[in-house]
T-cell receptor, first 112, second 112 residues
Framework: GAVVSQHPSWVICKSGTSVKIECRSL??????MFWYRQFPKQSLMLMAT?????????EQGVEKDKFLINHASLTLSTLTVTSAHPEDSSFYIC????????FGSGTRLTVV | GDSVTQMEGPVTLSEEACLTI???????????LFWYVQYPGEGLQLLLK?????DKGSNKGFEATYRKETTSFHLEKGSVQVSDSAVYFC???????????FGTGTRLTIIP
């Protein structure tokens, strides 16, 4: 079945630094990928929709300059959290769409 | 806009108890409906889905029936196991829109 690999699974970084999270579709091409942020009480917030070769579409309230999304190929989308702060600490999940949604295993980001 | 209202948890049950997690939706047209499961520290996995009214999705002993008249898609299982402990998300996808709309999630804990 379809597999999406998300890397890293966890990362700790210092406040002010940037962190890149990768999302790869391993055995299929995904023209559309989604990035979610999951808050402590488990609710999932869609951050942006990423389309290969074009700019990402961000949801209202998501800072596009802070959360940079690149979808350079049909199998890879990246989310870069720039100038991270402790309030950016969260669980980030990507999803790729091709005849259905396949989710990555998530990235736990802790900013200290 | 589209929305999903899901039974708030947490839900704690004894092993072999019956489970129902309520889910209702608001959407224009005829959306597809999903239940996703998230095990601790992992991303989401599709549990079951239904694409039209009266369809029943089933997997791993879980079932949900697409009820258009009550706009509901309740998740049920006759006898839960400790391994069913997870967070369950109800979601919908409307025609012509690639986005998934999620409910807030229900944390289920099964005690031996």
């Amino acid at each position: 079945g379809a597999v999406v690999s998300q890397h890293p699974s966890w990362v700790i970084c210092k406040s002010g630094t940037s962190v890149k999270i990768e999302c790869r579709s391993l055995d299929f091409q995904a023209t559309t990928m989604f990035w979610y942020r999951q808050f402590p009480k488990q609710s999932l917030m869609l951050m942006a929709t990423s389309n290969e070769g074009s700019k990402a579409t961000y949801e209202q309230g998501v800072e596009k300059d802070k959360f940079l999304i690149n979808h350079a190929s049909l199998t890879l989308s990246t989310l870069t959290v720039t100038s991270a702060h402790p309030e950016d600490s969260s669980f980030y999940i990507c999803s790729a769409y091709q005849d259905g949604y396949t989710f990555g295993s998530g990235t736990r980001l802790t900013v200290v | 806009g589209d929305s999903v209202t899901q039974m708030e948890g947490p839900v704690t049950l004894s092993e072999e108890a019956c489970l129902t997690i309520n889910c209702t939706y608001t959407a224009t047209g005829y959306p597809s409906l999903f239940w996703y499961v998230q095990y601790p520290g992992e991303g989401l996995q599709l549990l079951l889905k239904a694409t039209k009214a009266d369809d029943k999705g089933s997997n791993k002993g879980f079932e949900a029936t697409y009820r258009k008249e009550t706009t509901s898609f309740h998740l049920e299982k006759g006898s839960v196991q400790v391994s069913d402990s997870a967070v369950y998300f109800c979601a919908l996808k409307n025609f012509g829109n690639e986005k998934l709309t999620f409910g807030t999630g229900t944390r289920l804990t099964i005690i031996p």
